[in-house]
């Protein structure tokens, strides 16, 4: 079995008065995995390194300009039983503003901002629930034990 890194996760989150809101994406019924709910997910181009995939990605994805990127210290995974490999992908970050509109591309039918609690409801994998623990105590607590790497972009 081989093991591949072929793309990435973003995590969008706001910081409102009422605290941080992550967006999550509702699959549309044309895609793999119809109707899920999830962050911004995406393939990494040929040649392409991780962090331009996920502002890509981003942009494509929801029209929103990325404010800061970090690099989160989590690392989601899947298994693809019909090629039969192991997928990791690297974890992202990313602020936006607060007033910014949100224009889904056609891969998406709904968004929503959520707190924490809600969007773990959401979600339908561990890591991804955890990512959002992760990011949240980061953002909230700078002085968390864990190390996030800021991107310059």
């Not at 809101?21 to 709910?37: C, D, H, S, T």
């Not at 995406?42 to 929801?62: D, H, L, P, Q």
């Not at 992202?92 to 509109?101: I, L």
Request: hydrophobic letters at 40%.
């Amino acid at each position: 079995m081989k093991i591949v890194s072929t793309m990435i996760e973003a995590h969008i989150f706001r910081e409102t008065k009422n605290g941080i809101e992550f967006l999550l994406l509702k699959r549309a019924k044309n895609q793999f995995y119809p109707g899920l709910w999830q962050m911004v997910t995406g393939k990494i181009n040929s040649g392409e390194k991780a962090y331009v995939t996920a502002i890509r990605e981003i942009k494509e994805e929801t029209g929103l300009t990325t404010l800061q990127l970090w690099v989160a210290p989590i690392i989601s995974s899947f298994y693809e039983p019909k090629d039969e490999y192991i997928c990791l992908l690297p974890v992202f970050a990313a602020k936006v503003n607060t007033e910014s509109e949100v224009s889904i591309s056609d891969e998406h039918t709904e968004f929503k901002w959520l707190n924490r609690e809600q969007a773990k409801e959401l979600l339908a994998w561990p890591g991804q629930r955890e990512a959002v623990d992760v990011i949240e105590d980061y953002i909230n607590n700078r002085k968390s034990f864990l190390h996030f790497v800021e991107v310059k972009i």
